[in-house]
């Protein structure tokens, strides 16, 4: 069984640019959630989409942005890049879950972006 | 507010050596999960273990343990006799099941583990 899918893996932006990246969750997976990785600040909750529709967002500013396709594909978006928007971007995947339930997220290998 | 605590940051053991990474959590809530992931260079966080706040059975895994005490809010994990393909870094992890709590893990600080030979 396939796991999480990210891509690209690795890439470099201009401040000023924007950034598509994308994720393909486990296959029958619905929930896909999004997280940032920096030195700094560690491992912070950007969202949380489910058929379609964003359920959850972190305290992130309006330049990041997502959406889920109807085969629970999921792209994330920054626009006008920051220098400190350089991190690890990474995707989970998880079975149907309800507001309550502690199913298990599984996480991809994550899309390294550098903005110089 | 949720609150993970991993009060290592850094551990460095000799190969076949045992060791301890702490986890205190903090909620709220009084049905939560809690996770153990660990992340290679390569980024990937791997799944290790999950576990329900009304669970506080023990679990044994191969080389890994966890102990999970409600009463001190701790989910530590051991590595008995360690191996170099143990060096990682290993987070802890909390989810809610009230709220917000739709995708959201809060996770720890996280604590590199090196395994020298």
């Known amino acids: 069984k396939a796991g999480v899918t990210q891509t690209p893996r690795y890439l470099i932006k201009t401040r000023g640019q924007q950034v598509t990246l994308s994720c393909s969750p486990i296959?029958?997976?619905?929930?896909v959630s999004w997280y940032q990785q920096t030195p700094g600040q560690g491992l912070q909750f950007l969202f949380e989409?489910?058929?379609?529709?964003?359920?959850n967002k972190g305290n992130f500013p309006g330049r990041f942005s997502g959406r889920q396709f109807s085969n629970s594909r999921s792209e994330m978006n920054v626009s006008t890049l920051e220098l400190g928007d350089s991190a690890l971007y990474l995707c989970?995947?998880?079975?149907?879950?309800?507001?309550?339930?502690?199913?298990?997220?599984?996480f991809g290998e994550g899309s390294w972006l550098t903005v110089v | 507010a949720q609150k993970v605590t991993q009060a290592q940051t850094e551990i460095s053991v000799v190969e076949k050596e045992d060791v301890t990474l702490d986890c205190v959590y903090e909620?709220?809530?009084?049905?939560?999960?809690l996770f153990w992931y660990k992340q290679p260079p390569s980024g990937e966080l791997v799944f290790l273990i999950r576990?329900?706040?009304?669970?506080?059975q023990n679990e044994i895994s191969g080389r890994y343990s966890w102990n999970f005490q409600k009463s001190t809010s701790s989910f530590n994990f051991t590595i008995t006799a360690s191996q170099v393909v143990d060096s990682a870094v290993y987070f802890c992890?909390?989810?809610?099941?009230?709220?917000?709590?739709?995708?959201?893990?809060?996770f720890g600080q996280g604590t590199i583990l090196t395994v020298h030979p």
């Open positions: 989409y489910f058929s379609e529709t964003q359920r």
């Open positions: 989970a995947s998880s079975s149907n879950p309800t507001m309550g339930s502690g199913n298990t997220i599984y």
């Open positions: 296959s029958g997976h619905r929930s």
């Open positions: 576990r329900n706040s009304f669970d506080e």
């Open positions: 909620t709220r809530d009084t049905t939560y999960y």
């Open positions: 992890a909390l989810k809610d099941a009230g709220g917000t709590s739709y995708g959201k893990l809060t």
